[in-house]
């Protein structure tokens, strides 16, 4: 799991059953705007968010439909436990670079 993945994961999982568009994910995540929507593509895809579309006339709001994201509520427990896995490697691989680094003379 890329950290682009992971940082836009934790931004779903502060409110699990929020609903997002892709530039506040952006935004929220610190991610370029050509990052996020492969990584939502790829995530819903892999049945881990539900998306929609808005129901608004992009004339009216003066701006295109927004396509809204969320984890899929059958899916957050999988969520939670993938980037609990991925964080404790990542906390392992530290470690071991800190035990590396002090064990050289």
């Known amino acids: 799991m890329t ?3 992971r940082l836009v994961l934790e931004v779903l999982l502060d409110e699990p059953n929020a609903e997002h568009y892709g530039m506040e ?3 929220a995540a610190g991610l370029p705007s050509g ?3 492969p990584i939502l593509a790829r995530l819903e895809n892999f049945g881990w968010l539900i998306s ?4 608004v006339d992009p004339s009216e709001q003066g701006r295109p439909r927004r396509r809204y994201y969320k984890l899929n509520p059958d899916t957050i427990a999988s969520v939670q436990a993938a980037l609990a896995r991925v964080n404790a490697s990542a906390a392992g691989l530290r470690r071991l670079r800190t035990n590396m680094a002090g064990g050289e003379t």
């Open 3 to 5: 950290l682009s993945t």
């Open 25 to 27: 994910l952006c935004a």
């Open 35 to 37: 990052t996020i929507h």
């Open 52 to 55: 929609r579309w808005e129901d």
